[in-house]
């Protein structure tokens, strides 16, 4: 199958430059998460497991992008008067080390954001039962990812990354990370709202988790836009694919990031009052005293928010299920 668009030399120039636009907005935001991570939090209780997956998030963007800027520069510099047919042909030659090293990095950061979502769908819904579906549908991005990736490099580096063999696992893989990501991120959203709707009746906290399910809901919905224009540019064998293709990278990296920090905001807006507030007298008034919250607990009951006889002078510490 003839691929139509724009040629592969332009593409990959193209895809590269936007990739280092989004990749810059990604570091910001690497940044503001470790911050939110850490802020006013001590060592023992900085969540490590998140932590380490927001480190290899950007370690996986910054490897991507830099294998990007590599093959840019051989394609269109190194070897462009050495490669038998040119530019063009290069970046179409898919046995080269550099393009099965960036799709295989880009099938790890799907699997591992996407494990991420499941697993937090798992602790806020404490069911098993509830991530049956998602996992399945994960299990099947891994092993449609790893035969993409496996039979591409297997190719003479004449076939064409539209021709059916090759095809057939490729349009397989991305409708499934599709169904992954909305599956997982709609039962997260979902279970918040719920609890958030069944304990406003009693909550004493000033403040709401809406904030949290809205900013999951734009980063499912972002990322999905990107799958669903990805896969009808591939079904249409348009080389706009490989544009988008690079861009996911550094988008997953934005859509895992935005939702931390949104939780750090809505954490670190949050105070405690006289059922579940820290106060104490000073001159006849009652003088709020804020909390830094390091971790939240979600709940269906009044204890999820404080309310108890916690009373004294100190930052308190819960856990957010979907934060860890």
């Avoid at 001590?42 to 992008?65: C, E, K, W, Y």
């Avoid at 490099?153 to 169904?179: C, M, N, R, V, Y």
């Amino acid at each position: 199958m003839t691929s139509s668009g724009i040629p592969l030399d332009a593409a990959n120039l193209l895809s590269t430059s936007l990739e280092g636009i989004l990749y810059g907005f990604s570091v910001l935001m690497f940044m503001g998460t470790i911050w939110a991570l850490t802020y006013k939090c001590q060592l023992q209780d900085v969540n490590r497991p998140i932590t380490v997956v927001a480190i290899l998030l950007f370690t996986m963007s910054t490897a991507h992008i830099i294998v990007d800027i590599i093959r840019i520069e051989d394609g269109l510099v190194k070897h462009r008067d050495t490669f038998p047919g040119g530019p063009t042909s290069y970046f179409g030659d898919f046995t080269l080390k550099t393009y099965a090293t960036k799709h295989a990095l880009y099938l790890l950061q799907t699997l591992l954001a996407d494990g991420v979502v499941i697993y937090r769908s798992y602790v806020v819904w404490q069911s098993i039962r509830v991530i049956i579906i998602p996992s399945m549908l994960w299990c099947g991005v891994a092993v449609t990812g790893v035969f993409a990736n496996y039979s591409i490099s297997q190719t003479s580096g004449s076939e064409d990354i539209f021709a059916k063999e090759l095809a057939q696992w490729i349009t397989a893989f991305l409708p499934l990370t599709l169904a992954t990501n909305l599956s997982s991120s709609g039962l997260l959203a979902y279970r918040i709202w719920m609890i958030e709707r069944n304990i406003s009746a009693v909550r004493t906290m000033k403040g709401t988790m809406m904030p949290i399910v809205r900013v999951l809901v734009d980063a499912a919905v972002l990322y999905s836009v990107v799958l669903v224009t990805l896969l009808i540019c591939f079904l249409c064998s348009n080389n706009g694919e490989l544009v988008l293709l690079d861009m996911a990278m550094p988008i997953i990296s934005i859509a895992f990031y935005m939702v931390l920090i949104r939780i750090a905001i809505n954490r670190q807006t949050t105070y405690l009052s006289t059922g579940g507030i820290i106060g104490e007298m000073e001159q006849g008034k009652l003088r709020p005293l804020e909390v830094h919250i390091c971790q939240l607990t979600l709940d269906d009951g009044p204890s999820a928010y404080g309310i108890g006889n916690e009373a004294e002078d100190r930052p308190l510490t819960y856990r957010v299920p979907f934060d860890v």
